[in-house]
């Protein structure tokens, strides 16, 4: 029989054939170490069974209003003994205390039945509710310091492995502890967030019930955390500090991760005070691992990258489930066991590849769970959630040097409609231009506004002619300011101009042709190579406006990255909008440190302390433009449609003679676009 299984009420003289009386489980030690003794003597005398005429004994749980069977106990004599077990505690008899620390702990046992002729004692697998039950009858005692010990070890306990009515006891019996005393929230809490992490089935199942599937333990453990939030309104403030302290380490796994993640955004949909707070939670740590992993990238050679390459592409996810452990334990621990025989290097191939496949796989859930919001891109909703990656973008990603593959939410989902772009272009034009931004965000607006522009393939001409038109507007102003205290390029003194500048450069070796007005009737709009050589119509006056800048006394051509300095002469040069070359030669012979103050010997934002200050490279902006090839292997697919790649205008340096070189770049180009190694260094005109 199961003594402790629901039942209908018995009605009075009726006999249960197969009752069996539950003993206590909570005895003394040495009332436990004479049973064997009493046994073999002979002294243990069978209880009478129940006369037919005596009404059974039965206890209610008053929690769901059902009536148990316990034989000769009820649950008064449960409660009864838990109670004594808690009242010897604190006058230090710990016996039937200590009896239920090893229960708990314990828990997660294989029955075995005992030997035939010995006394079954040991508690059954569905027991443990019942003393569940006892303990949350009992909170007014446990809540005592003293029994913090035994209210840790019940925390712990496997309860999202059981059967949903031990889901439903352990979850009043938590309200019921935090209710009594409150100071135990946010150990409750804890526990609960610290299960956000789990995985794998073996963490949670109990031998002796049922396989719980990941999908029904998520239930129960968020049905229980809602419960709670409910019932204490105040929790929300605990959990949220909770959720971003308790955030997988860097080096945990692709899977734990996920996990937490996925997690996350659950909670989110039940708690709409923290929607905002999740969601910047989520993004912040991306960032983190995004910016991590391309130092980590750029501090190692060509071969390990090579050797991450391979990797990646030996073990490519097949699932859509980031949760899904493609290796099974006794894998994990043969690679585990291998770490110890990791030289150096083979340990950086690993960290490096398990921060790409952690950059994917989040990006990949963070693009899923934003899409639907986006299916009328032009409404209210879509435009609210557009608010929050704008918001998340201009506080966490904006700011942060070499972030290379996060910002590319927004790229997707500012590209959906015209309102959303002009968002987008509007923030970034804001803070690009205003007065009191620091110099190194007015860089990073106007990298991200120019490479938006670029790159995106869902920009339409218009607006690509208008912040083509609006930069030269500025460009004009800086220069008016600078040129009267100029003595030549530095670009300490005027960093906001040639951040601007190269922007400017670095739209037209993109969208040239966005920028043409009219040309000769033997130009074909589809074949690059026809603009060659013909007498095109510009927008506007841009190419009167941009040679006033580039001739000008500031010299930005100096300044501004050689590689793209480089392809705008080409261009320019072939579409007959401008002629720099004679400049660029002149600027070889030009120092960039003879123009710097004595009180300036190193410098240069956005720069590492590492290098030589002597340097002209130093003295240089970084060709760093933040939507350069996306490279994430599995996420980079909701990008297939809104993505301008570089591509060289055949015919371009027919007046060279390195046409074979020009082939050995097309290789290189095609190379870089498979490669999951990120590269900002302007590789896009190689």
Known sequence: MRPFSPAARVLPGSVSQNSTPVKSILKTPSVLGRRKHQHEAGADTPEAPDSPTKRRKVFFDDIRNVTYEVGRRTMEEVKLEVRNALEGHLRGQDGQYDTLKEMFANDKQRYLPPVVGEEDDTLKPHELQVYVMALTSCVPILKNRECNGLVRVILQCSWLGRDDAFVKSFTHFLAALVSAQGSYLGTVLSMLVDKFQ????????????????????????????????????SAVGVLESLLSAKF????????????????????????????????DIILNRVVKIDSQMQLDLEDIDDDITTAVLFALRENQHTTSDWEQDELDDSDNESVDSE??????????????????????????????????????????????????????????????????????????????????????????????????????????????????????????????????????????????????????????????????????????????????????????????ASYIGQDLEWIGSSRKDLSVQIFGKLNPL???????????????????????????????????????????????????????????????????????????????????????????????????????????????????????????DGDDFD
């Open 248 to 279: 997988p380490f860097p080096d945990d796994s692709v899977q734990t991760h996920m996990a937490y993640i996925n997690n996350l955004l659950k909670v989110k949909e039940y708690v709409p005070d923290l929607q905002d707070e999740i969601l």
């Open 339 to 528: 770490d110890l025989d990791f030289d150096e290097e083979a340990t950086r191939i690993k960290t490096v590849k398990e921060n790409v496949e952690k950059m994917d796989a989040v990006l990949d859930t963070l693009f899923k769970f934003y899409t639907p919001f986006f299916l009328n891109p032009g409404s209210d909703k879509a435009f609210d959630a557009f608010t929050i990656i704008l918001r998340e973008f201009d506080h966490m990603v904006l700011p942060t040097y070499k972030s290379r593959h996060t910002q590319f939410l927004i790229f997707h989902f500012a590209q959906q409609h015209e309102r959303l772009t002009d968002a987008f272009c509007g923030q970034l034009i804001a803070t690009a231009f205003q007065s009191n931004t620091p110099n190194v965000l007015k860089q990073a607006a106007a990298a991200y506004l120019a490479s938006f522009v670029a790159r995106g393939a869902q920009v339409p001409r218009s607006l690509v002619r208008t912040i083509f038109t609006l930069l030269l507007h500025h460009l004009e102003q800086y220069r008016r300011r600078y040129e009267p205290i100029c003595r030549g390029p530095d670009l300490k003194r005027f960093h906001p101009y040639y951040s601007l500048v190269q922007a400017t450069l670095y739209i037209f070796c993109f969208r040239w042709q966005d920028l043409v007005v009219a040309a000769p009737d033997n130009v074909d709009t589809d074949d690059a």
């Open 198 to 233: 789990l995985t794998r089935q073996s963490t949670w199942c109990v031998p002796d019930f049922p396989e719980v599937s990941r999908e029904i333990m998520r239930q129960r453990l968020h049905s229980t955390l809602r419960y709670l939030l409910q019932m204490f309104p």
């Open 558 to 680: 100096k300044v501004c990255a050689p590689v793209i300095v480089e392809e705008f002469a080409k261009l320019a040069h072939r579409l007959n909008f401008m002629y720099v070359y004679p400049l660029v030669e002149s600027n070889k012979r030009v120092r960039l440190t003879q123009f710097l103050s004595s009180t300036y010997a190193t410098g240069g934002a956005l720069r590492d302390a590492g290098y030589d200050g002597q340097e002209e490279s130093f003295h240089q902006l970084d060709p760093y433009f933040p939507f350069d090839p996306y490279q994430l292997p599995v996420s980079k697919r909701w990008l297939a449609n809104d993505y301008v790649h570089w591509k060289s205008v055949p015919g371009l340096n027919a007046d060279d003679d390195s046409d074979d070189s020009d082939d050995m770049d097309d290789e290189d180009e095609d190379e870089l676009e498979e490669a999951t190694a990120t590269d900002s």
